[in-house]
């Protein structure tokens, strides 16, 4: 059974920063374990321990461990197939550092390390409630300025991995955490398991495994073999994520989805703007879909401006008549000064 190859409760994994002691699993798959751990700091004057997350490399089918119940064994005739993938591991890991540096909606990477004859992952351990348990409490949904301040930094997460030319390829609500830094509680964007890493061509830097798909939030492409920079693959779960927070409903199989069902699933007040840029950043075929984060903000940004900014033109247009009643010229000075016209992005 996997169970049986994690590392036992009271094991310490050491590490070059800190020293790590398993507490329990959080999770487990075919590519190896996901731990919950405390490292011993000094705090205050006081040693206290911290919990952190340390995800270990181990194919499960083809690894044991050693006689110390620690490191990794790998049969001679299938080593150069695991060896392939603890590469790949490595270098994804490294790579992840440098996605959290700079931006607070990103889990931090602590540190990366080789023991045991395999490598390792430390996270920071996030406690706060995910987005999905977010969404419950605030009675199953939330209002549209709810959910753009709930996913706004989240969307500037998504861009900074893309900058640095990687997929997450796993957002759904149960992978944002609300997070306490300094006096506030922000969402942080977590599991950078799966995020897919391309060279400045768009090519894909190195192999992965397979990773799961979530389904309502992994788009048709996702199932297949992805062989260049797709951020559309971000896009669709963005997409999906607000089809979320506005409806609490999570959506069908993205290779059986149809506009029909996406508009049956969001409220009936949901102004067109907004339901036409979703339906345009959950479009199957992702050659079509909304290639980029800030232009599928910049679409649901409109719902605040379309109607309004309308009326604004014509108010401008009629202002600049000189018998222009007093009312008018505060209508237009209130127009020019609301907030509705802000962006999504704001």
Known sequence: MVSEKSLAPGTVIKGVKHSYRVVG????DGQGFTYKTVVSVCR??????????????????????????????????IAPTVNSCLEAFIRACRERINLSRGCPWII??????????????????????????????????????QTRKVLSPIFDAVIALHNHRA???????????????????????????????????????????????????????????IDHFCPQIDIYALASMVVFCLSGNILPDSRKLTEEMVRE????????????ALL????????????????????????????????????DEMSQDKKTPRWLKYLRRFCAKSRIFRKFVN
Request: charged content about 25%; proline content about 7%.
């Open 44 to 77: 205050s004057g006081s040693v206290v321990e911290v919990p952190v997350v340390v995800r270990e490399q181990m194919m499960v089918r083809c690894s044991s461990r050693g006689a110390d119940g620690m490191t990794v064994i790998t049969p001679d005739d």
């Open 108 to 145: 931090n990477v602590i540190e990366t390390f080789h023991a045991n004859n395999t490598y390792y992952y430390v996270v920071e351990y996030l406690d706060g409630d995910t987005l999905e348990e977010y969404v419950r409490d605030m009675g199953g949904r939330l209002t549209f300025e």
């Open 167 to 225: 997929v997450h390829a796993d957002i759904h609500p149960r992978h944002v955490r609300f997070v306490k830094r300094e006096r506030e509680k922000i969402p942080v964007l977590f599991s950078l398991y799966a995020t897919m890493h391309f060279s400045d061509r768009g090519v894909m830097r190195w192999d992965l495994p397979p990773m799961t798909c979530e389904e309502g939030f992994a788009p048709p492409e996702q199932y297949n073999a």
């Open 265 to 276: 699933t969001l409220p009936p007040t949901i102004p067109e703007t907004i339901v036409s």
């Open 25 to 28: 699993v959080l999770r487990s």
């Open 280 to 315: 345009n950043a959950l479009y199957p075929d992702q050659s079509v879909r909304t290639s980029t984060v800030p232009k599928f903000r910049e679409e649901l940004g409109a719902f605040q401006r379309s109607a309004l900014s309308q009326a604004r033109t014509l108010i």
